[in-house]
């Protein structure tokens, strides 16, 4: 009769113990899942770090704050990423938008009108953002015309506009 009690509490402890780690694991996989926050105006991000539908939202709320040049990079990013979900890219650390365009232009081929809308964005983010030139309504409605190309069909530029109310921040 003891030896039937101590082999049903060593049982015990032991169920005991592997369930207390079992939980503890998916702790660990439910913290590690959340999305990190990302620092747009940093040059090391890359568009793999949150999903394309993240980047949409953080670029809306850029738009918002009139945030323009950097609602801009949010949405590329958006692109990069769907692109790459629909295995047209590979996004990677190294890369840079031109890469992205010689890959897109060979795994696209049968998308001329995508190719042209990237190509074009591609030209006009950089004088943004590298040559620093100013980020009108203009330039915002005609970068997101070309994206509407490039994101899931739920993105409508037009929507997308309509966020982008008053004078771009600087």
């Not at 105006?41 to 949409?56: K, N, R």
């Not at 081929?109 to 590298?130: C, M, S």
């Not at 997101?144 to 997308?160: I, S, Y």
């Amino acid at each position: 009769f003891v030896l039937l009690v101590v082999v049903c509490s060593v049982l015990a402890i032991t169920l005991y113990r592997a369930l207390k780690h079992r939980r503890r694991a998916k702790t660990e996989a439910v913290a590690i899942t959340e999305t990190p926050a990302v620092d747009i105006t940093d040059e090391s991000v890359i568009a793999s770090q949150l999903p394309s539908d993240e980047w949409l939202l953080l670029s809306l709320e850029l738009l918002q704050k009139g945030e323009w040049r950097l609602a801009m990079r949010a949405l590329h990013m958006a692109g990069l990423t769907h692109m790459a979900h629909a295995d047209r890219i590979t996004i990677e650390r190294f890369k840079s938008n031109r890469d992205y365009l010689s890959e897109y232009n060979r795994r696209a081929h049968d998308d001329p009108n995508g190719i042209k809308a990237f190509a074009d964005n591609i030209r006009t983010l950089e004088r943004v953002w590298y040559g620093r030139h100013p980020v009108t309504l203009d330039t915002l409605e005609h970068f997101a015309n070309h994206q509407q190309a490039l994101l899931p069909p739920a993105f409508t530029a037009r929507d997308w506009l309509a966020s982008a109310g008053g004078t771009p921040s600087t």
